[in-house]
């Protein structure tokens, strides 16, 4: 009989890194499909670009700086560019999805090591780059084309998020209750009027996330902690002064919460291990996102409030020790 030696591991599974990343993909197609339904095939392309970059980028860095082999068969870099791509405008510029792309794949991502040693989610510093760098072209909106229309003209009107429109009352003493009242809850939840890919379906990204959820690919506490965070907040503030401060259901429906929450928030190499990590991780983005919201310059906060709690996960990771396997 012969006694083989091996260091552990030694329970397998079929579930790999590159079959998570499918399942992301898959959960993320409505939302992508419906984008470019309403936005035409400028949609199309800056999402093409952004994948397609990002992958170029992932194989030349392993390939040519880092001398080793290429790792882009896992699927995290569509990954990536697919979420960076949903987090822009539909009218952004090829060669700024381009710029992305080299700061959320190089910078985000390589830099640290490549896949499962990134502090940061890279599509997110490549977004909040892109934020800081080209501000009037990233909060710059347009109104949706019909459907298979040719995108944004030239001489077309430019728009406003809902929680921009808000930001803009706030700022001008106007009555928070003024602007809300121009979006119905249900226009909310099927295409919200402007914003990225990532905004325009919040009932196609509940659909992803339950998906995921169904296939085990991600746990539900972080982006339901996060709702609850965002709802209790938002209600808080809300009962205290309903003419400046927006109601719950408005928040969590409009702006990028959605998508921030399911898919990114929820990225396996940035949130914490455990579940009562998770769930301070949860509480923390959720809190963060309403104080930008309500106080900030930015209309959006989600972006800054995943990226801030992201550089406390190692401190939470010690602070809730995942139990070891085969403890009780």
Same mark, same amino acid.
Do not use: H
């Given at each position: 009989m012969k006694l083989l030696v091996s260091p552990n591991p030694h329970i397998h599974s079929k579930v790999s890194t590159r079959s998570l990343m499918t399942d992301v993909v898959i959960a993320l197609l409505p939302a992508a499909i419906c984008s470019v339904v309403f936005y035409g095939p400028r949609e199309a392309l800056v999402l093409a670009v952004s994948v397609l970059s990002c992958v170029v980028f992932e194989w030349a860095i392993t390939r040519f700086l880092m001398k080793r082999p290429s790792t882009v068969c896992d699927m995290s870099?569509?990954?990536?560019?697919?979420?960076?791509?949903?987090? $822009? *405008?539909? #009218?952004?510029?090829?060669?700024m999805v381009l710029i992305g792309a080299l700061v959320a794949v190089g910078i985000a991502k390589m830099t640290f090591g490549g896949l499962g040693q990134n502090v940061f989610n890279p599509a997110?510093?490549?977004?909040?780059? $892109?934020?800081?760098?080209?501000?009037?072209?990233? #909060?710059?909106?347009?109104?949706?084309? *019909?459907?298979?229309? +040719?995108?944004?003209?030239? @001489?077309?009107?430019s728009g406003a998020t809902a929680l921009s429109a808000v930001n803009e009352a706030v700022m001008n003493g106007v009555p928070v209750t003024e602007i809300t009242s121009q979006y119905?809850?249900? @226009?909310?939840?099927?295409?919200?009027?402007?914003?990225?890919?990532?905004?325009?379906?919040?009932?196609?990204?509940?659909?992803?996330?339950?998906?995921?959820?169904?296939?085990?690919?991600?746990? *539900?506490?972080?982006?339901?902690?996060?709702?609850?965070?965002?709802a209790l907040t938002s209600l808080i503030f809300w009962a205290c002064d309903p003419t400046r401060f927006t109601d719950p259901l408005f928040n969590l429906l409009s702006g990028g919460l959605? $998508?921030?929450?399911?898919?990114m928030a929820t990225d396996y190499v940035t949130s914490p291990m455990s579940v009562k990590g998770g769930i301070l991780f949860g509480v923390g983005?959720?809190?963060?996102? +309403?104080?930008?919201?309500?106080?900030?310059?930015?209309?959006?906060?989600?972006?800054?409030?995943?990226?801030?709690?992201?550089a406390f996960v190692p401190l939470i990771n010690r602070g809730f020790k995942q139990k070891k396997f085969g403890r009780a």
């Open positions: 870099a569509v990954v990536t560019g697919l979420l960076l791509g949903m987090n $822009l *405008p539909f #009218t952004t510029p090829w060669w997110l510093v490549g977004r909040v780059f $892109l934020l800081v760098s080209f501000p009037k072209v990233m #909060t710059t909106w347009y109104p949706q084309v *019909p459907l298979f229309g +040719m995108g944004f003209t030239p @001489d077309g009107a119905t809850y249900a @226009d909310m939840l099927f295409a919200n009027l402007g914003g990225s890919a990532g905004e325009i379906c919040a009932l196609a990204l509940l659909a992803g996330f339950i998906y995921l959820v169904v296939r085990k690919v991600i746990k *539900p506490w972080i982006p339901l902690t996060i709702f609850a965070t965002v959605i $998508l921030g929450a399911c898919f983005i959720g809190f963060l996102t +309403m104080m930008i919201r309500y106080f900030g310059s930015y209309p959006e906060g989600v972006s800054f409030a995943i990226l801030i709690m992201n």
